[in-house]
C-alpha cells in the first residue's frame, strides 16, 4: 500500500513540475537572450569606444611624428647654414657644429658629410657608425636616386626604407650644400627607424595598438601586438619628399584591462541571474501550486466530510464555516461570521460546561467533545459535538481556534433509547427476582411440610403404614419433595446471585480446610462408588481472599459433579497452586465427560448434556450456572475441559489479593 502510495505521491510531484516548470524555462531563455544581447552591446560600444580612440591616437601619433621629423630637416637646413658661415670645410669644424644637435636630438643615428662625388667622408658620431666611412652613395641601388635628386633639384630628400651600413633598418636624407652655385657636397643625417619611433613617440602611447608605417609598399616601422578588433584607421603625413601611411588598429590583447573585466563580470552576473532567477521562480511557483492543490484538498474533504470545520480569528470571531455546517444547523454561516461564540447565540448547554469552554478558550487552551445542541430554524434539534484547539503562527503568535464538529443527534437519540430500554429491563429484571424469591420463598414453606411429613410416614414413626406401597409412595414423596426443595434453593440462589442481591463477606481463609468441608460431604458417595480421590496441592498455598461460603459452595458443586458422573472405579483428583496474584485450583476426574457440542452452553441454567435420566435426575441443571456466577461475582474465570468417556477438568482462577 505504501509502495503504491509513494508511486501515486512520485507521479503527482512529477506532473506539478510539468505544469510549472514552463514560465521558469521561458524566463530563463528569456533573460540568456537578454543577457547574451546586452553583453554583445556592451562589447559594441566598448570596441567603438577602442576605436574612436584609436582614431583620436592615430591623429595624435601622425601629427607627433611629423613634427619630429620636420624638426630633424629643419635641423638639416640649420647645419647647413653654420656649415656655409664656418667658411671652413675641414672634419673638426663639421664635428663642432654637428655634435651639440647629436646631444640634444640623440634619435638620430649620425650626422655625416658627403663629398660632392657622394662618397661618406666624416661621421659623427664615429663610434656604432665606422661601416658608413667611404660608402659611395652614387652607387649605391636605392640612396643614389634620392640623393641624385638632390643635387639637381638643390634640396632636402629622403630614401625609402633601406638597411643601413651600420646595421639595422632605417632611412637617410640628403641635403646638398652649394657655394656660389658650385656642389661642396652633402649633408646625410641617418635615421634609424627603432630609435626614431621610440624617440618621437611619449612613453606607453603605443601599448593598446598595433601601428604600422609603410612607405608606399615598404614597410617602415611594425608594433605587431595581437589580433585586430576592428579595422585599422590609417592617415598620411608628409617625410620630406615621401609620403607614409601610418595605420593604428585596436587590439585584443591591447583591449582595455578594465572594460573586458567589467563586460566580463557583467557577463557573470547576468549568467548567475539567469540561473537563479527562473530556479526561485520555479521554487516559488511549486510552493504555491502545492499550497494550491493542499488547499484544494483540504476544501475537498470539508465539503464531503461528515463532519465540519471552522476557525476563528485571535479575538475569537468566526472567520470561517465549512458547508457542512449549514447543513446540520441549517444555520448559515453569515450568520455568525465576525462574531464570538456568546455573540452568535450561546449554545443550549449546561452552563458549567459553556462557562468551561469559554474559560479554555481565553485560556488558549484546547476543548473536545463540547456536546450541547442547537434547535434548527425549522424547530427540529440537533446535537453536536465540537473539539478546538489554539493555533499559532511562524513566531508564536496565537491566531485564533481551529476546530471541527459533529453531528451527534442519532447517538445522543439512540443513546437515550438504550437507556430507557435498560431502565425498563432493570424494572423486569427486579420484578423476576423479586417473583422468583417470593414464589421460591413460597414453595419452601409447604415443601418442607411435605418433605418432613413424607418422611414420618416412610420411617413409620407412628406405627406401620400396613401396605408396603404406601412405605414406598411415601419415600417417592419425600425424594421428590428433597429434590424440589434443592432446585427451589439453587433458582433462589442463582436469582440472588444474578440480582447481585447476595450478600458477599470477602475474608482470608484456608483453601484446604474449605476443600477438607466438601470432600466430607462427598465421601458416602465415593465410597459408594468406589472412586480414589487425590489431592495435589501446593505446600506453601497462600491464604485465599474471598467470600468463604461461595468458595464452599463452588467447591462442593465440582466436588459433587465430579462423583456423580464418575463410573465405579474412577478417579477424582483435586489440584492447587498460586502464583501469588492468582490462585487456581482444578477439580478433574476420569468420567463420562461432556460432549464438544455442549460444551460451550453447559453453565446456562438447567443444561444437561446427560440425556440418562437416572443420572441427570438427579441434579437441578443449575450448579455450573450458580458456579459460574460466583467466581465471576469474584472477579474469577472459570475453564471447563472435557472429553466424552475420558473425563472433564474444571479449573478456578481466583485472584488472591483484596480487591
Ligand atoms: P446438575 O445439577 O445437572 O449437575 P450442573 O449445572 O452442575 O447441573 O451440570 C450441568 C450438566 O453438566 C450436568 O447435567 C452434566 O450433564 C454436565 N456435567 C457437569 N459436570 C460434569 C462432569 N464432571 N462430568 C461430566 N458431565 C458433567
Same mark, same amino acid.
Given at each position: ?16 513540475? *510539468?505544469?510549472?516548470?514552463?514560465? !521558469? $524555462? ?30 583620436? @591616437? ?26 656655409? +658661415?664656418?667658411?671652413?670645410?675641414? !672634419? ?56 641624385? +635628386? ?56 603605443? *601599448? ?16 605587431? $601586438? ?56 520555479? *521554487? ?28 476563528? @480569528? ?8 465549512? !458547508? ?8 448559515? !454561516? ?141 419415600? +417417592? ?75 464452599? *459452595? ?24 498460586? @502464583? ?80
Amino acid at each position: 500500500m505504501t509502495g503504491t502510495n509513494g508511486l501515486e505521491e512520485k507521479g503527482r510531484i512529477s506532473k506539478l513540475i *510539468q505544469h510549472v516548470i514552463v514560465v !521558469p $524555462l521561458m524566463v530563463f531563455v528569456l533573460l540568456l537572450s537578454a543577457t547574451a544581447y546586452v553583453w554583445h552591446e556592451i562589447k559594441q560600444v566598448q570596441l567603438s569606444q577602442e576605436i574612436s580612440d584609436a582614431r583620436d @591616437d592615430l591623429e595624435f601619433v601622425s601629427a607627433h611624428l611629423a613634427a619630429h621629423l620636420d624638426v630633424r630637416f629643419v635641423l638639416a637646413q640649420l647645419i647647413r647654414q653654420e656649415w656655409i +658661415d664656418a667658411q671652413t670645410l675641414n !672634419p673638426a669644424d663639421f664635428a663642432a657644429i654637428v655634435r651639440p644637435k647629436l646631444q640634444r636630438f640623440m634619435d638620430i643615428q649620425a650626422i655625416n658629410w658627403l663629398g660632392p662625388d657622394g662618397v661618406i667622408k666624416w661621421v659623427n658620431p664615429l663610434e656604432g657608425n665606422e661601416g658608413a666611412i667611404g660608402l659611395d652613395i652614387r652607387n649605391h641601388p636605392v640612396a643614389s636616386r634620392p640623393l641624385k +635628386d638632390a643635387e639637381r633639384l638643390k634640396e632636402l630628400r629622403v630614401t625609402p626604407p633601406i638597411d643601413l651600413a651600420q646595421g639595422g633598418r632605417g632611412f637617410v636624407v640628403y641635403l646638398p650644400v652649394y657655394e656660389l652655385g658650385q656642389l661642396k657636397g652633402f649633408i646625410n643625417m641617418v635615421f634609424r627607424i627603432s630609435s626614431l619611433i621610440e624617440g618621437a613617440l611619449p612613453a606607453g602611447s603605443l *601599448q593598446n595598438y598595433d601601428l604600422h608605417i609603410t612607405d608606399g609598399e615598404t614597410p617602415v616601422f611594425e608594433n605587431h $601586438l595581437g589580433t585586430h578588433l576592428a579595422t585599422p584607421a590609417s592617415r598620411q603625413i608628409g617625410v620630406g619628399n615621401r609620403q607614409w601611411t601610418i595605420s593604428i588598429a585596436p587590439t585584443r590583447a591591447a583591449g582595455s584591462e578594465f572594460s573586458q573585466a567589467s563586460s566580463n563580470l557583467f557577463l557573470l552576473l547576468g549568467l548567475i541571474f539567469t540561473v537563479a532567477l527562473p530556479l526561485m521562480l520555479f *521554487q516559488l511557483m511549486k510552493r504555491n501550486a502545492e499550497l494550491r492543490m493542499t488547499q484544494r484538498r483540504l476544501a475537498d474533504w470539508a465539503d464531503i466530510s461528515s463532519d465540519w470545520f471552522f476557525e476563528t @480569528d485571535e479575538n475569537l470571531r468566526y472567520t470561517y464555516f465549512s !458547508p457542512r455546517f449549514e447543513e446540520v444547523t441549517g444555520v448559515p !454561516p453569515e450568520q455568525l461570521l465576525g462574531k464570538t461564540r456568546q455573540e452568535g447565540g450561546a449554545p443550549e448547554a449546561e452552563p458549567a460546561e459553556l462557562q468551561a469552554i469559554l474559560r479554555n478558550m481565553e485560556d488558549r487552551l484546547p476543548y473536545r467533545d463540547f456536546e450541547h445542541s442547537r434547535t434548527k430554524p425549522d424547530g427540529s434539534k440537533v446535537f453536536l459535538s465540537v473539539s478546538a484547539r489554539p493555533a499559532y503562527d511562524d513566531t508564536g503568535n496565537f491566531i485564533g481556534y481551529r476546530g471541527i464538529g459533529r453531528d451527534i443527534t442519532e447517538r445522543k437519540t439512540s443513546q437515550k433509547a438504550l437507556n430507557d430500554a435498560l431502565i425498563a429491563s432493570e424494572h423486569a429484571n427486579r420484578a423476576k427476582s423479586e417473583f422468583l424469591a417470593t414464589m421460591s420463598h413460597e414453595f419452601r414453606t409447604p415443601l418442607n411440610a411435605i418433605i418432613g411429613f413424607s418422611e414420618m410416614l416412610k420411617e413409620q414413626y407412628f406405627g406401620k403404614l400396613g401396605d408396603k406401597n404406601y412405605v414406598e409412595y411415601a419415600t +417417592d414423596i419425600h425424594r421428590s419433595g428433597r429434590h424440589m426443595l434443592d432446585l427451589v434453593n439453587d433458582i433462589l440462589d442463582f436469582s440472588a446471585i444474578e440480582a447481585s442481591k447476595r450478600q458477599m463477606h470477602p475474608e482470608a481463609f484456608s483453601f484446604q480446610d474449605v476443600l477438607s468441608d466438601g470432600i466430607r460431604n462427598v465421601e458416602t458417595q465415593l465410597r459408594k462408588k468406589n472412586l480414589s480421590l487425590k489431592q495435589e496441592l501446593d505446600a506453601d498455598l497462600p491464604p485465599l481472599y474471598a467470600d468463604k461460603r461461595s468458595v464452599y *459452595q463452588i467447591v462442593l458443586n465440582l466436588l459433587s459433579n465430579a462423583v456423580k458422573f464418575t463410573n465405579p472405579g474412577g478417579g477424582v483428583t483435586i489440584t492447587a497452586s498460586s @502464583d501469588g496474584k492468582v490462585f487456581s485450583f482444578c477439580i478433574a476426574d476420569t468420567g463420562i465427560g461432556i460432549a464438544q457440542d455442549q460444551l460451550a452452553t453447559i453453565t446456562e441454567p438447567f443444561s444437561q448434556s446427560q440425556a440418562d435420566p437416572h443420572i441427570a435426575g438427579s441434579g437441578t441443571g443449575l450448579g455450573l450456572t450458580i458456579v459460574k456466577s460466583l467466581v465471576e461475582a469474584h472477579g474469577g474465570a472459570l475453564e471447563i475441559e472435557s472429553e466424552t468417556g475420558v473425563g472433564t477438568r474444571v479449573t478456578v482462577r481466583l485472584s488472591v489479593t483484596k480487591k
